[in-house]
Nanobody, 128 residues
Framework: QVQLVESGGGLVQAGDSLRLSCAASGRPSSPYPMGWFRQAPGKEREFVAAISRSGGTTPYADSVKGRFTISRDNAKNTLILQMNRLKPEDTAVYYC?????????????????????WGQGTQVTVSS
């Protein structure tokens, strides 16, 4: 089992920044391919960003490209999402997800169904 715990959400104003973290624990040990998704009220869960096991592949949703940066600290088993220039439309619950996959090291996915484990989510609210 793998446990994922997100933190760092909050209430900010448009144009501000937030840094989300996702701590991974359990077995088998990481690193795994991981991703960030978000879900706004009344909407489906949508892809935000992903990072491969190697860290060398990092696709982004068009809506966040250039504003958000995904990264990982494998020594600390932590996934990071740096969110800059936040907009009201970024308001959602943000979830991290992990896929138990070792190869290829470049694997990523933007599909929620491809991930095996999910965190409980952290709320991000951006006021205008």
């Amino acid at each position: 089992q793998v446990q994922l715990v997100e933190s760092g959400g909050g209430l900010v104003q448009a144009g501000d920044s937030l840094r989300l973290s996702c701590a991974a624990s359990g077995r088998p040990s990481s690193p795994y391919p991981m991703g960030w998704f978000r879900q706004a009220p009344g909407k489906e869960r949508e892809f935000v960003a992903a990072i491969s096991r190697s860290g060398g592949t990092t696709p982004y949703a068009d809506s966040v490209k250039g504003r958000f940066t995904i990264s990982r600290d494998n020594a600390k088993n932590t996934l990071i999402l740096q969110m800059n220039r936040l907009k009201p439309e970024d308001t959602a619950v943000y979830y991290c997800a992990a896929k138990l996959l070792s190869f290829p090291s470049s694997w990523t996915s933007s599909e929620p169904k491809d991930y095996d484990y999910w965190g409980q989510g952290t709320q991000v609210t951006v006021s205008s």
